[in-house]
């Protein structure tokens, strides 16, 4: 059973441009959650999709956002990209709920820094 | 609001000797905890998760973790590390009412000496 896929693994992009991850679920998992890991900031909670809703968000700016498609697969976007957004952005997924359905599945990430 | 705590940025432990991680968290109501794990470069990899029932967890790669209520505590456990557990363990808290959201703690580098 694949896990958690993540893309593009690294990338560089300019500050002031806009930048794209994708995340590829498990199969058959619903929910989709991303993170900001940073070294000054830790593991930040961005937003989780369920069935192609946005069922949680945290404090980030509205430059982050995401969406669901029907096949569970998701995107975050980053828009007008910061030095300070340099980061690992970590893509989850889970069958549904915490604690009723299972638990919850990292992909490798996806490096983004900013220049 | 859900917060965790683990109160050592850095523990260096002999090969072969025990090694015990602490995690403290806030949270109202039964807390969902887990901890993960980090090697560098990489995602994070589940160790073990706690949700209800039996107090203590067992975990994968040897590790366990005891969830105590009393002292809002989930410290994580192994009775001989390797030298590949030399990683950074992070802690973290769920909830129902939160759906998928976790809350991880700043988390522990361990370094593990030959």
């Known amino acids: 059973k694949a896990g958690v896929t993540q893309t593009p693994r690294y990338l560089i992009k300019t500050r002031g441009q806009q930048v794209t991850l994708s995340c590829s679920p498990i199969?058959?998992?619903?929910?989709v959650s991303w993170y900001q890991q940073t070294p000054g900031q830790g593991l930040q909670f961005l937003f989780e999709?369920?069935?192609?809703?946005?069922?949680n968000k945290g404090n980030f700016p509205g430059r982050f956002s995401g969406r669901q498609f029907s096949n569970s697969r998701s995107e975050m976007n980053v828009s007008t990209l910061e030095l300070g957004d340099s980061a690992l952005y970590l893509c989850?997924?889970?069958?549904?709920?915490?604690?009723?359905?299972?638990?919850?599945?990292f992909g490798e990430g996806s490096w983004l820094t900013v220049v | 609001a859900q917060s965790v705590t683990q109160p050592d940025i850095h523990i260096t432990v002999s090969e072969g000797a025990s090694l015990e991680l602490r995690c403290n968290y806030s949270?109202?109501?039964?807390?969902?905890l887990f901890w993960y794990v980090q090697s560098p470069g990489q995602g994070l990899q589940l160790l073990l998760k706690?949700?209800?029932?039996?107090?203590l967890v067992q975990g994968i790669k040897g590790f366990e973790a005891e969830f105590k209520r009393s002292q809002s505590s989930f410290n994580l456990r192994k009775p001989s590390v390797h030298w590949s557990d030399a990683a950074e363990y992070f802690c973290?808290?769920?909830?129902?009412?939160?759906?998928?959201?976790?809350?991880f703690g700043g988390g522990t580098r361990v370094l593990v000496k030959p």
């Open positions: 989850a997924s889970s069958l549904g709920q915490v604690g009723q359905e299972g638990h919850i599945y």
């Open positions: 199969s058959g998992h619903r929910s």
């Open positions: 999709y369920f069935s192609e809703t946005q069922r």
């Open positions: 949270y109202g109501a039964t807390p969902y």
């Open positions: 706690y949700f209800s029932g039996d107090t």
């Open positions: 973290a808290v769920g909830a129902a009412a939160a759906g998928n959201k976790l809350t």
